[in-house]
């Protein structure tokens, strides 16, 4: 049953950019954009480079502040500078783990610190937390004793998917995260996540450029160019019969 | 007269504890004006055997090789001199990103006229350059790139990565090679990008008759237009082949596994969130490779033959190394 | 050295203690990181194990050659200067005066640069360049010479000469810090930091300083010699510690007059005061070299 219960509203972020030649041009707008997340889908957002949708992502993760906009959680609007909401209701899994994981810190204590800061549990609760989040990545509670230069790129990449777990979210956002792995370990990253999904009923949002694994994954499609949402709908509809011009040629490079 | 012929080709790293087999008995060969797929992950040792094959690995790898003919010349026997000048007349190479593969200092018409060979050019000092210019305006017209007045004068960090890939292939093809290695040119591209690329390259090799080699991890970009594709698991060479032949009955379990693992080989359902086949386990590194299969620990149909390395078997045309291969004829639904 | 290695099977040790066997391995700087570690024992307590005070004066014992010499005395092993001074005492008194006053400024000065540097590295916009820029004239003026400014200024004396050092090596390490924080800022794992609720305090606590300290202490022994070889040359030229204060530099230059009687009087000096140097020196050196080799693990 999915009910509608994030909604955003005409956001809007400027970024005042030097004039570059391929880049569109001196100030980059992104927005207004609105759409609405349902419990328990997975929406794609694709474009090209510079469409706006890692800017999107970050703007829904606050780690940047936007212009202007509103976001409405089951029916109450969210402050932007409302830290403690986001950290612990809209997630986001990195692009590249191992960078995005401290070198001089065990992970235990990596995946220990977003409770330390956003929660009130004890000490003894705090390691129960970490035991099963590293348990319900396929890791072993062993591991949390790890620096994060032993673990290899998909071992690192589920340590971030426990990461942004530990707080119990409702949102997590998967910025281009599955497109440096490799097949094998893409396939067992993609498993785990459609567990965590049916386990867990989490809403997933989907930045890639890769169609294929948008299309077997997603139930929504949002497509954006130059910063605005060109169009958007359910997978089967916009595959069906694809409207914009940016669709179509997404689409054909499915098919070659 | 093949173009390139290599056999039981063995790269070893020399360190200060252990000789490391980073690739065991390759054997490789390639047809005149062929495609062939190079398929594997990280840690397959796919790179290696390119730069090899150019010549780009540094005094700590030991290359040897029983057979190593590029176009009926003995690349073993030759001295060093000889040797790099067949290969780099001969062979070009394409990397994985390109924006950082072109001198950020210099502009790109420089850049482009360094790749030029000297020998064409024959005239008076003022003609030479003229003729230089024309000719890098028609690289870049071939490659797909219209307005090469502003491209020549722009630096490399202002230009997206799809036009560097192009401004990198353009490059390459300035000698007119018999033989371009793209080493992942596609990984660090999007997806329409990576489409025109392919198609700039499918069209060089139908045209120029370039014999191609595609090195990616990506199943999906190369089984259409491949002509032969060649699979690689740490180190070794499990299942090389003609295209349909490995797509229609794979007979190695990881080359089976690779197709599963990819969402749209299976079927043509859309928003099919069942789970995929994925193999358990992770790619083992160099240091602590299993003995025998190197599948082994991975392998769902692994048996007690198993640690002992299988040997190179052919069947129908096809090349693979396993005990236990697989037998039935498994369609694409 | 370790020739064989039976099992190469990956550590699970911090990245410090990566950095401090790769260190290990390498001989002359673990016998330097030695002789570093007793000159700053020696600073800390010459004073007190000193036999005699460095400002006795014995008029019976003029220039004394070091005991390994036919006419020397055991009483003063290093021999005495012209005003019948222990030599020893002298140079232990030293020790902490050069070498000893030198960690401390640049102590001092690594504070207030970390302090300054993170304020900088944190804010944006005008308050950003502001801070950034306000001490980089300094930047181009050799610390010595803005030593030798700020002393004319003051004045002459050990004091005087210290905070000189302290202010002049003060924006080599704001603008190191800015540099290292703003680069550290733009990182995955700060930003993911951030992400988890973490304010500015933490942020620095937790991913920073971990990160940075390897450079700074790698900076932070290059700037000792530097600081060093400051306090001993205005001391040399007669502007830092004034005689009878048992500064090295001061020591030096007063027996200069003396040199081809008794060479010990400036050379017993110059070798303390060379071994201080070398020793950081080859410290930093062999940090640096760890540094690069576990970053090629």
């Not at chain 1, 030649?21 to 929406?43: A, Y």
């Not at chain 1, 949390?144 to 979210?169: K, N, T, V």
């Not at chain 2, 490399?156 to 990198?168: D, R, T, Y």
């Not at chain 3, 050092?165 to 800022?185: K, Y």
Request: glycine share 6%; charged share 20%; aromatic share 8%.
């Amino acid at each position: 049953m999915s009910t509608e219960f994030i909604k955003v509203n005409k956001l809007t972020k400027c970024y005042k950019d030097k004039a570059h030649w391929f880049k569109k041009g001196k100030d980059v707008t992104i927005g207004p954009v609105s759409f609405t997340l349902n419990k328990g889908e997975t929406i794609a957002i694709v474009g090209e480079a510079g469409s706006g949708k890692s800017t999107i992502a970050r703007l829904l993760a606050a780690a940047e502040d936007p212009d202007s906009g509103t976001l409405t959680h089951k029916g109450i609007d969210v402050d932007w500078n409302d830290t403690s909401f986001f950290c612990k209701n809209i997630r986001l899994i990195f692009q590249d783990a191992q960078k995005s994981l401290n070198p001089t810190i065990k992970i235990g204590q990596q995946l220990e610190q977003p409770l330390i800061f956003n929660t009130d549990l004890d000490e003894e609760q705090r390691q129960d937390k970490i035991h099963a989040s590293l348990r319900m990545v396929g890791l072993l509670p062993e591991h949390a004793e790890y620096y994060p230069h032993m673990f290899s790129g998909g071992q690192a990449q589920r340590i971030s998917i426990a990461r942004a777990l530990i707080l119990d979210p409702e949102v997590v956002i998967i910025d281009e995260s599955l497109a440096p792995l490799d097949p094998s370990l893409r396939a067992q990253v993609i498993n785990l996540l459609i567990e965590l999904q049916q386990q867990q009923q989490l809403t997933y949002i989907l930045i890639s450029h890769q169609i294929s694994l948008i299309k077997y994954l997603s139930d929504r499609i949002i497509i954006m160019d130059n910063g605005q949402i060109v169009e958007q709908g359910s997978i089967t509809e916009v595959f069906a019969n694809p409207s914009h011009n940016k669709t179509k040629k997404l689409l054909n490079s499915l098919n070659m | 007269m093949r173009l390139l012929d290599i056999r039981n080709l063995n790269i070893e790293l020399v360190t200060n504890d252990s000789r490391i087999k980073a690739v065991e008995s390759a054997n490789f060969s390639m047809k005149m004006a062929e495609v062939s797929g190079l398929i594997g992950e990280s840690g397959s040792g796919k790179s290696l055997v390119a730069k090899a094959l150019v010549g780009m690995l540094n005094n700590r790898w030991q290359v040897t090789a029983d057979r190593l003919h590029f176009m009926g010349q003995d690349l073993n026997r030759m001295s060093d001199v000889k040797r790099r000048k067949v290969i780099s007349d001969n062979i070009s190479m394409i990397y994985q990103e390109p924006r950082s593969c072109l001198d950020p200092t210099t502009n790109i018409f420089s850049q482009l006229e360094e790749s030029l060979p000297d020998y064409e050019f024959s005239g008076w000092f003022g003609v030479r350059k003229e003729l230089r210019v024309k000719k890098c305006i028609r690289l870049l017209h071939k490659v797909g790139i219209k307005e090469h007045q502003k491209v020549f004068n722009s630096y490399p960090h202002m230009l997206s990565e799809g036009i560097c890939q192009k401004i990198m292939i353009a490059m390459a093809i300035a000698k007119e090679p018999k033989l371009l290695i793209a080493d992942e040119p596609t990984t660090a591209l999007e997806s329409s990008t990576s489409l025109q690329v392919i198609k700039l390259l499918r069209s060089l090799n139908q045209l120029k008759d370039m014999g191609v080699i595609f090195i990616t991890h990506d199943l999906f970009s190369i089984t259409s237009w491949a002509d032969s594709i060649n699979v690689m698991y740490c180190g070794q060479l499990i299942e090389s082949g003609l295209t349909k032949n490995i797509i229609n009955s794979p007979k190695h379990p990881y080359t089976k596994a690779l197709f599963d693992s990819e969402p749209d080989f299976n079927s043509q359902d859309v928003n099919n969130k069942q789970k995929l086949y994925a193999l358990k386990g992770t790619i083992p590194t160099l240091q602590h490779l299993p003995i025998g299969c190197r599948l082994g620990p991975r392998c769902p149909n692994a048996q007690k033959a198993c640690v002992k390395m299988p040997e190179q078997q052919k069947v129908k045309g096809q090349y693979f190394r396993c005990h236990y291969p697989l037998t039935q004829n498994w369609k694409k639904a | 050295m370790v020739k064989f290695r039976f099992f190469s099977s990956p550590n699970n040790s911090s990245p410090l203690r990566q950095l401090w066997r790769l260190f290990q391995r390498n001989h002359f700087a673990l016998v330097a990181s030695w002789v570093f570690i007793f000159m700053i024992l020696m600073a800390i307590l010459g004073p007190l194990l000193a036999p005699y005070s460095p400002y006795m004066q014995q008029a019976d014992m003029l220039l004394v050659p070091p005991s390994w010499d036919v006419n020397g005395y055991i009483q003063s092993p290093f021999g005495t200067d012209a005003l019948g001074r222990d030599i020893l005492s002298r140079i232990l008194a030293g020790i902490s005066y050069s070498f000893g006053l030198a960690i401390v400024a640049v102590a001092l000065a690594l504070s207030l640069g970390l302090l300054i540097g993170t304020l900088a590295g944190f804010s944006k916009g005008i308050r950003a360049s502001f801070l950034n820029h306000i001490l980089d004239i300094a930047l181009t003026m050799p610390s010595l010479l803005i030593a030798i400014v700020i002393v004319a200024i003051l004045g002459p004396g050990i004091a005087n000469s210290f905070w000189a050092v302290v202010l002049a090596m003060l924006p080599q390490f704001i603008h190191h810090i800015r540099t290292e924080v703003a680069d550290l800022l733009d990182k995955d794992f700060v930003i993911a930091y951030r992400l988890d609720g973490a304010n500015n305090w933490q942020v620095f606590r937790f991913a920073l300083v971990p990160n940075m300290i390897e450079n700074i202490v790698i900076f932070s022994t290059m700037a000792i010699s530097a600081a060093v070889l400051d306090i001993v040359v205005l001391g040399f030229i007669g502007i830092g510690a004034q005689s009878p204060e048992p500064e090295l530099g001061t020591m030096i230059a007063d027996s200069l007059g003396v040199f081809y009687l008794s060479p010990w009087t400036v050379m017993l000096p110059g070798i303390t005061l060379f071994l201080c140097i070398l020793s950081t020196n080859i410290v930093g050196d062999g940090l640096r070299h760890a540094l690069k080799e576990r970053r090629l693990q």
